[in-house]
């Protein structure tokens, strides 16, 4: 049973991992070489449409790292993925505290009521997913490691 939970766990993460990469290294790239109009309304689906499916992604591969680290604490591999999970914590934090606050009102946003700084916002919200992506492939590259 304990394979299964890490299988199926390192899947989840690898898949999350996959998707956020994905926006930061395909998809922006496009949406940012679309016209004005086009690339805040892509950012503003964007954001409404992962906006609404990221949190249970990432709060579930918390949730399934922290059961792997529980009942394999008596295995090899239990202290990457305590640290796995602590990253994803660090993931979550960064998401509520830098990424989220950006997102909720991108969202929302129409050629017609965008805030002058809506580029600059953009920017920034990109920035830190950057760093948040980095810190997921950390998380999933311990969890790897870990099955070893």
Known sequence: MLNALQVFTTVVVGLMVGVEFS??????????????????????????????????????????????????????????????????IVSVIMSLLLLVPINNQGKTWTPENRPADWKEQLRRWERYHYGRVAVIIAAFTLLVTALV
Not at 74 to 83: H, Q, T, Y
């Open 23 to 88: 926006v930061a290294f395909v998809m922006n790239p496009i949406f940012n070489a679309l016209p004005d109009d086009s690339n805040q309304q892509a950012h503003s689906h964007g954001g409404r449409m992962l906006g609404a499916l990221m949190p249970f992604w990432y709060i579930g591969s918390l949730v399934l790292s922290a059961v792997w680290a529980i009942a394999g604490w008596d295995r090899p591999g239990a202290g990457l993925v305590v640290i796995a999970a602590a990253l994803l």
